[in-house]
Nanobody
Framework: QVQLVESGGGLVQAGGSLRLSCAAS????????MGWYRQAPGKQRELVAD???????NYADSVKGRFTISRDNAKITVSLQMNSLKPEDTAVYYC???????????WGQGTQVTVSS
């Protein structure tokens, strides 16, 4: 079992920045990929960015060049630095980790990000 605690959401004006963080506990030795997803009202949950244990990253096209994902393998945390935020970035952001050996996924409780125009 893995527990995830997110922090850092909030309200920001368009063009502003926010940083999300997610701390994992429990069976942390099994964690492979860590990432962030988001879900806007009336839309499906979508990948924002993820990062493997060796640091390989993957971003949604809509956030490339604006968001940066990073992880600390010692502290078992993953962060998402969000710059140049747009109103369309408004969503609940969820931390997700994938564990070995069966690729089981665990989700955080979600943190609201609201970008005003």
């Amino acid at each position: 079992q893995v527990q995830l605690v997110e922090s850092g959401g909030g309200l920001v004006q368009a063009g502003g920045s926010l940083r999300l963080s997610c701390a994992a506990s429990g069976s942390i030795f099994s964690i492979k990929t860590m990432g962030w997803y988001r879900q806007a009202p009336g839309k499906q949950r979508e990948l924002v960015a993820d990062i493997t244990r060796d640091g390989s990253t993957n971003y949604a096209d809509s956030v490339k060049g604006r968001f940066t994902i990073s992880r600390d393998n010692a502290k078992i945390t993953v962060s998402l630095q969000m710059n140049s935020l747009k109103p369309e970035d408004t969503a609940v952001y969820y931390c997700r980790v994938e564990t070995a050996p069966w690729a089981r996924a665990y989700w955080g409780q979600g943190t609201q990000v609201t970008v005003s125009s």
